[in-house]
């Protein structure tokens, strides 16, 4: 296990630090491609986005590069900055009392939290391609249902 900090292994803290760089540089190419293959796959999770904050027009405005949605930058950050601070959760502050704070307004359950997962290493393994090794994939798939597990808790469903 890692440090006390940590509820994962040293070798996932490697591997999601290593992999955070190209994480970074193709963030909002992953996130949009897990919220196309969400939406188009699992239509019925629609209602619980507001979707004018997954359109690409004006994305420029509230932060979101050009071309990305504001939901796809932001989930993308989000991302980003928890593989970045793996090894530093504390770094991360109130970044999850928002989430959870979010998730209950927007009647986020257990439940979704399966979709959305397997969605976002889907598209890790579409975006990078043969570098997104088994163990690498494996790796945020434990740091994904570690953060899952701390907001279902936390949300009290």
């Known amino acids: 296990m890692g440090s006390d900090m940590n ?6 803290i490697v591997i999601l630090k290593a992999t ?6 193709h963030g909002t190419e992953i996130t949009s ?10 239509p019925e999770v629609k209602n619980l986005f507001n979707m004018s904050h997954h359109r690409v027009a004006g994305a420029t405005k509230g932060g ?14 989000a991302v980003i900055g928890f593989a970045a601070n793996c090894d530093r959760l504390t770094n991360l502050g109130d970044a999850v009392p928002r989430m959870v704070h979010k998730h209950v ?6 439940e979704h939290y399966p979709i959305v997962g397997g969605c ?3 598209a890790i393994k579409i975006v990078l391609g043969d570098a997104a090794t088994d163990e690498i994939i494996d790796a945020w798939k434990e740091a994904y249902w570690f953060l899952a597990d701390l907001l279902i808790q936390a949300e009290g469903n």
């Open 105 to 110: 307004s927007l009647d986020i359950r257990a």
């Open 64 to 77: 979101a590069a050009p071309g990305v949605s504001r939901q796809a930058s932001a989930l993308a950050n």
């Open 33 to 42: 491609n897990m919220y196309r293959i969400m939406f188009s796959e699992f």
């Open 20 to 25: 955070a760089p190209v994480v970074k540089e």
């Open 120 to 122: 976002l290493l889907r």
């Open 7 to 12: 509820p994962w292994s040293d070798t996932t």
